[in-house]
């Protein structure tokens, strides 16, 4: 008990700088899917990938298939995407962190099965997955 109230700072920044390591684990939000995950999904081919990265980030390589509505664009496009809405959304971004923005707007548009991808291109790119600078649909 001495060793816990002569050491109280030191334990209350231990304890401190512990939740400060969960707090990005915390404050995830959206649906997330592995690298594995969305491959797999993407192979069943009843999915929308949905690239809301700018347009001169998309043209440098994006995922087969992908559509390209850069999230600023977003709510003023989503009437673009539909007829997808009976389909799987897998929103993509850059690193992962962008993902859940888009996913609250198409939510709000009435898509139910929206995911993000973890890690987003740089984890697809980190993989060695295959990425690709022909046109989309």
Not at 108 to 117: I, S, W
């Amino acid at each position: 008990m001495k060793f816990i109230i002569d050491n109280i700072f030191l334990i209350a920044l231990a304890l401190i700088s512990g939740g400060a390591l969960m707090v990005p684990y915390l404050q995830q939000r959206g649906n997330k899917l592995s690298l594995l995950q969305a491959t797999q999904l993407m192979n069943q081919g009843k999915t929308l990938v949905l690239d809301v990265r700018d347009t001169e980030q998309f043209a440098a390589g994006h995922l087969r298939d992908a559509r390209n509505i850069p999230l600023k664009d977003l709510p003023q496009r989503i009437s673009e995407l539909d007829k997808f809405k009976s389909k799987s959304v897998i929103v993509i971004c850059q690193t992962g962190t962008q993902a859940a923005k888009a996913e609250v707007h198409l939510k709000k548009a009435g898509f139910t099965e929206v995911y993000g991808l973890t890690g987003g291109i740089a984890a697809w790119q980190g993989q060695g997955l295959p990425l690709t600078t022909k046109d989309a649909k």
